[in-house]
């Protein structure tokens, strides 16, 4: 561990690598820092995290108009505990909107399906996550100015600089 800095609460630490990615493969929700003509906006969002990407989704709104004008964004994942330390990751990268929408889907249904594959029940849930993505395959389109009906997006994060630390109590 590479800087120590000790507080009134405890000692603050720096994550290594492994550590990271391990926060931000067992959460399933974040914040999302954008920023457009230096007006700042932060949202939570739930994501799955998945071969060093995180993937997000969306519907039409303030986000995918921020992020169609500025593609770069700020990602934060944090656990706070019951004795106050806490862990925080936090990642800058570029999101792009995601070409393959039904695998870039899958992996968001899979990640908030996981409780059920893990049971008895779990082929039920495949198929209800099969019948569920055969009935939105038609929304493709990369979003656009104006544009009507329901439209759902899927993002794709590209991580270039991950840091993370912890307060030890």
């Known amino acids: 561990m590479k800087n120590v800095i000790s507080s009134s609460h405890g000692r603050i630490?720096?994550?290594k690598r492994n550590d990271m990615e391990e926060l931000v493969s067992r959460n399933k929700?974040?914040?999302l820092g954008l920023s457009v003509n230096d007006e700042?906006?932060?949202?939570?969002v739930s994501y799955a995290?998945?071969?060093g990407r995180i993937y997000i989704h969306s519907g039409r709104g303030k986000k995918t108009e921020y992020l169609t004008k500025n593609p770069r964004v700020c990602f934060q994942v944090d656990e706070v505990y019951e004795n106050g330390?806490?862990?925080s990751v936090i990642i800058y990268g570029k999101a792009k909107f995601v070409e393959d929408f039904q695998r870039g889907l899958r992996l968001l249904f899979e990640k908030f399906s996981e409780p059920y594959m893990r049971r008895e029940d779990a082929a039920i849930a495949r198929k209800r996550m099969e019948n569920f993505l055969s009935t939105v395959s038609g929304i493709r389109a990369a979003p656009t100015e104006g544009g009507g009906g329901m439209q759902f997006y899927v993002y794709e994060i590209e991580i270039e600089e991950m840091t993370g630390r912890q307060e030890i109590r």
């Not at 700042?40 to 939570?44: A, K």
């Open 49 to 51: 995290y998945h071969e």
């Open 85 to 87: 330390s806490w862990k």
């Open 29 to 31: 929700f974040g914040r």
């Open 13 to 15: 630490l720096e994550l």
């Open 40 to 44: 700042p906006y932060v949202v939570p």
